[in-house]
């Protein structure tokens, strides 16, 4: 072993954990109805997000996406002297993590650290890929691995920062096309939720105990911190605001407003000549990214007349791989009992790793069981 490298005891794998999205037009109802049982959204919308897969050809990207975050962390890991083996897999579709786990149990994996590719704190994003992970563990039986995971990564500067330089990059581009990007506006975006759901978020959780809400909240926190560097970097205050996308569900629910498509016409009544839209609530440049931001809003900007820059997600960038890196450490070195430095930007401070009871409750079925929280 590399006397220099890190230690990462008591871990013998680290686990990658997606959403999971079809490879083939085949694939693509059987994934909606994996991703839809028991949820209660209208077959009306289910039907529409079809087409925005059919208009990719069947294939959402997200899959090699992961499988190129996964090769660049091989080359990030084994670089360092970290000599662990990683998995992979997705709560809807194949490589599937009740299968990967059943591998895990197969090479005789004691003790895995994983990391969910969701940055933020929800039902949708948390709960729901720890409730998988009971259900997968539970199949895999006796000899399963037991398992930790990193932190919420939201305010990791890994995350945080290739969002301020494609902002900047995002301006200078409008800027050569002619617009006065001292006056672009920035939008942030992420996955609309239920209202409800954000009111569950971090509930019991962390220092706010009891508030919940910690999806927006961490939301604002990391927009405020992205809209200051991108001020100071380009020595201009540009207004900015948090709004949603790929709201689903029946009409009468209340979900996360403003949709970036209402906030653009808001804009453009208000003078606005263009604007960058930062997708900070999510890792890859997945479906969510490719239809409804670049494809959807953009269309909507297009016929507002303004002009319109995407950011990338983080995705490969050797910032964000390094943070995986540095949250694995940082996670093992808590296991062994120890305080490492846990660096974080913004207000908030580093979020927890072990939920409490009743965190991001699911609303449908409040007992159904769940790893990776106090009560186990
Ligand atoms: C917070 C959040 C994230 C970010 C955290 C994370 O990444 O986990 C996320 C990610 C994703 N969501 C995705 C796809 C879908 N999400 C759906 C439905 C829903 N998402 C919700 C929330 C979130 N979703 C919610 C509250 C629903 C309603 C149903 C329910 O209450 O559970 C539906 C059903 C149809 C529709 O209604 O849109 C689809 C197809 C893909 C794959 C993209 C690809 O294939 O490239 C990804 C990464
Ligand atoms: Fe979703």
Not at 90 to 114: F, H, K, Q, S
Not at 123 to 128: D, F, K, N, V, W
Not at 240 to 263: A, F, I, T
Request: a negative charge.
């Amino acid at each position: 072993m590399d006397p220099q490298a890190p230690d990462t005891s008591p871990y013998d794998a680290f686990l990658l954990i997606s959403f999971g999205g079809p490879e083939r037009p085949e694939d693509v109802v059987p994934f909606l109805e994996n991703v839809t049982r028991g949820r209660g959204i209208p077959r009306e919308r289910l039907v529409e997000v079809g087409e925005h897969y059919f208009s990719f050809g069947g294939r959402s990207p997200i899959n090699d996406q992961n499988r190129d975050l996964i090769a660049v962390l091989q080359l990030e890991l084994a670089s360092h002297g970290i000599d662990l083996p990683i998995y992979w897999g997705n709560r809807n579709w194949d490589p599937y993590l009740t299968d990967t786990l059943a591998t895990m149990r197969d090479d005789g994996v004691e003790r895995a650290v994983c990391l969910f590719t969701s940055a933020y704190t929800s039902y949708s994003g948390c709960r729901q890929y720890r409730e998988n992970l009971y259900d997968a563990t539970t199949a895999a039986g006796d000899g399963a691995p037991r398992l930790d995971r990193v932190r919420h990564y939201f305010n990791h500067p890994g995350f945080v920062e290739p969002f301020v330089d494609g902002a900047v990059a995002a301006l200078e581009q409008l800027k050569r096309d002619g617009y006065d990007s001292d006056d672009t506006r920035l939008v942030f975006v992420t996955h609309s939720i239920p209202d409800a759901m954000n009111e569950a978020s971090g509930r019991g959780a962390g220092d706010d105990a009891a508030t919940g809400g910690a999806y927006v909240r961490e939301h604002r926190d990391v927009a405020d911190v992205i809209a200051a560097a991108v001020a100071a970097r380009t020595a201009t205050e540009r207004p900015y605001e948090l709004v949603y996308c790929s709201r689903s569900g029946p009409p009468q629910v209340p979900w996360l407003e403003p949709d970036v498509n209402d906030h653009l016409e808001t804009l453009a009544d208000d003078g606005a000549a263009s604007v960058v839209l930062l997708p900070i609530g999510f890792v890859s440049d997945h479906m969510e990214v490719i239809y409804d931001l670049d494809t959807e809003a953009k269309a909507t900007a297009e016929r507002l007349g303004l002009g319109f820059a995407r950011v990338p997600t983080p995705g490969v960038d050797a910032r964000f791989v390094t943070a995986i890196r540095e949250l694995i450490v940082e996670r093992a070195a808590q296991a062994r009992g120890e305080t490492p430095d846990q660096p974080v930007v913004g207000a908030l401070p580093p979020s927890w790793t072990v939920c409490p009871v009743g965190c991001c409750a699911n609303q449908r079925d409040p007992e159904r069981p769940a790893l990776l929280g106090s009560d186990r």
